[in-house]
């Protein structure tokens, strides 16, 4: 009896040993997750483990989908914008045309499986390369989405909208639609003949064809299925976010290629399957989860993600060559499979070790703790920010952890609920979009943690304070000082900010309403620059082609404003004035200069003080203004000197 028992134990252990060597990824995870248990105390919890969960989801749908082109040795980088143009017909069609939800969710599914199928024949029927093709899908479905919104989030339809809430207030409704599309997309890759084809076709193509399989139709299917499930991941996305946004799920494609070549797929293709998938997705969320936790650097989260990506990819090649080269023995594919699983945990862990290296010291300490969550740290404007509410908290002991969303909301969602699992004292938002903002610092609201709002407001959602500029009547500053430098007639352009976000659509609104009093003034062309210097430089020189006599710039910040000086050469500061927005250092210098005519500064180091300030007050239970006003000013070369920012 003892010896069965015993024989049973060893059979027992033989059989998890042989299951973590055959999947590196689950060894990887399992290492990432104790590894961040042991470095965090907020990691391990119920609710940060469903928030992980929560944070997966999306990238898990994506991928699945990706999991069934690249094991048929093809590529997808247009899921991301399928998914955001599928979220936003559904949004259109419902809210803003009266159709029924339920027909709004079909139209929306048969987008993602429309643009599948375009996908599909442009590289079965048309012979493009799948890299082409589907790099054409990713840049028309995001303009489409664009064009179909107008550049403005749509309010998604309640019912829908509980796609991103939770069951019995505890299980998210996200991780359940990914268990089920993770079902689904094993029995496809697994239990059909469509899941026998992926195989034969991304293990040999042309083998695959000279044995009877119509090649052509199969590929049709397999990048249909993809944009099926694109769909769906972006229904789920704008449910979390109670808003479809244009500019959803950007970059999300490749996120969804390095969950499937984590979780164990071969870019080769042949290889393959949801469960390696899934587990990669986690990995990806984990990552994120745990280095948001750890209060590492925001830059440095980012080539920490980013090399682990590489070396999943660089030991799948490696596992490809060991499976290429002639095996003598069965014991020898194990050492190689063997040696693979360690390779991999090894990569995490020293992933790991170099993301502790960075940590701050305070993490630990018993003072006051505070979230900030920055829409983007690729703008002087934001970094002076985060500057200045850096030098506030420390001025205060005040630990300060500073995350930087990349413009992304859905990102930032994931971040704000981070900040609400880990327990801090307050959260600070600087809000992608006003409106996507909104469920996040409601649950936070529920944990009892204030937020405090910095720059722009948060939509639906109730906030300590908002420490702000007007944008609105900054807009209109602009407006009033371009008019009156040009005497109130003329000809000028408008760089508009990056299409979606609540800060180019309200300075925008301030533009226009500035120029109302002003009919002498003819915009001639308004185009998006993406408050980027260098599409400022891109977008002012094709505007000179069809404009050469235009008199003056109005730029939604001084990048953009920058980059038009630029284009214009000579003629900046001479025969052509520029006014920006912002007042970032390198705006003052070029209005020192002469070249940019003015800048509306908003003082941004005091927002980030002042946003500061009042956390720890909201900390503290004490009292603070439901708004804080921070005054604009236009700042010219006559007054320059005397502005401190």
């Given at each position: ?169 505890w299980l998210p409704v996200p991780v359940l639609v990914m268990v089920l599309m993770g079902l689904i997309a094993a029995f496809v ?457």
């Open positions: 009896m003892a010896t069965d028992t015993l024989k049973n134990s060893s059979t027992g252990a033989a059989g998890v040993r042989r299951l973590l060597l055959d999947n590196g990824a689950l060894t990887a995870l399992i290492v990432l997750v104790i590894a961040m248990s042991a470095l965090s105390g907020d990691f391990l919890t119920t609710d940060n483990l469903l928030n992980v969960g929560v944070q997966a989801a999306v990238t898990a749908i994506l991928a699945f989908g990706a999991t069934f082109v690249i094991v048929a040795a093809g590529i997808d980088l247009s899921v991301g914008s399928v998914a955001a143009l599928s979220a936003t017909v559904l949004a259109w069609s419902a809210t803003s045309h009266g159709v029924p939800v339920f027909l709004a969710v079909v139209l929306a599914v048969a987008t993602g499986i429309a643009a599948g199928l375009v996908n599909g024949f442009l590289i079965a029927y048309g012979k493009l390369p799948p890299f082409i093709a589907t790099l054409a899908m990713l840049s028309v479905g995001r303009g489409l989405a664009l064009v179909i919104s107008g550049g403005s989030p749509i309010a998604f339809p309640d019912s829908v909208s509980h796609l991103g809430d939770t069951l019995g207030g890759l697994g239990r059909t003949y469509i899941g026998r084809s992926m195989y034969a076709i991304g293990g040999n193509e042309e083998a695959a064809r000279l044995s009877g399989l119509r090649v052509q139709k199969q590929k049709l299917a397999i990048y249909a299925l993809s944009g099926l499930f694109a769909a769906v991941g972006g229904i789920v996305l704008a449910a979390r976010l109670s808003s479809a946004q244009p500019q959803a799920a950007n970059g999300y494609e490749l996120d969804a290629i390095a969950a499937v070549v984590i979780g164990g797929a071969s870019l080769a293709g042949g290889t393959g399957k949801a469960s390696g998938t899934l587990i990669g997705a986690l990995i990806l969320a984990v990552l994120r989860n745990g280095l948001n936790l750890l209060n590492v650097s925001a830059f440095w989260q980012q080539v920490v993600i980013g090399v682990v990506i590489a070396l999943a990819v660089l030991l799948d090649t490696v596992r490809r060559k060991a499976g290429a080269a002639p095996v003598v023995t069965g014991a020898g594919g194990g050492k190689g499979r063997q040696a693979g699983t360690y390779a991999l945990a090894a990569v995490v862990t020293v992933a790991l070790v170099a993301a502790t290296s960075l940590l701050h010291t305070g993490s630990s300490s018993a003072n006051p703790k505070i979230g900030l969550s920055l829409s983007t740290l690729n703008n002087p404007f934001f970094v002076q920010i985060r500057s200045g509410a850096q030098a506030e908290a420390k001025k205060l002991g005040v630990d300060l952890t500073v995350t930087d969303a990349q413009n992304d909301a859905s990102q930032q969602a994931n971040q704000l609920q981070n900040f609400t699992s880990s327990g801090l004292g307050a959260i600070i938002v600087n809000p992608v979009d006003s409106d996507a903002a909104s469920n996040s610092v409601k649950t936070a609201g529920k944990a009892g943690i204030p937020v405090i709002a910095v720059d722009r407001g948060v939509n639906n959602a109730t906030t300590a304070t908002l420490v702000a500029s007007d944008n609105v009547a900054g807009g209109e500053l602009a407006a009033k000082t371009i008019a009156e430098k040009l005497g109130g007639q003329g000809r000028i352009v408008i760089l508009q900010g990056q299409a979606g976000t609540s800060a180019a659509r309200e300075r925008a609104q301030g533009f226009a309403n500035g120029l109302k009093a002003y009919p002498g003034i003819q915009v001639v062309a308004q185009q998006p620059a993406d408050f980027d210097r260098t599409k400022g430089l891109d977008v002012m020189s094709n505007l000179l082609q069809a404009h050469p006599d235009v008199q003056g710039v109005i730029a939604a910040n001084d990048e953009m404003a920058l980059g038009a000086i630029k284009a214009l050469g000579s003629k900046a500061g001479s025969s052509v004035s520029v006014v920006g927005f912002d007042g970032t250092p390198d705006g003052l210098t070029a209005v020192r200069n002469g070249t940019l005519y003015a800048s509306v500064a908003q003082q941004p180091s005091q927002l980030g003080k002042i946003a500061v300030d009042n956390a720890l007050k909201a900390v503290k239970d004490q009292k603070i203004p439901s708004a804080i006003k921070v005054p604009v000013k236009v700042v010219t070369k006559d007054n320059v000197a005397g502005f401190t920012g």
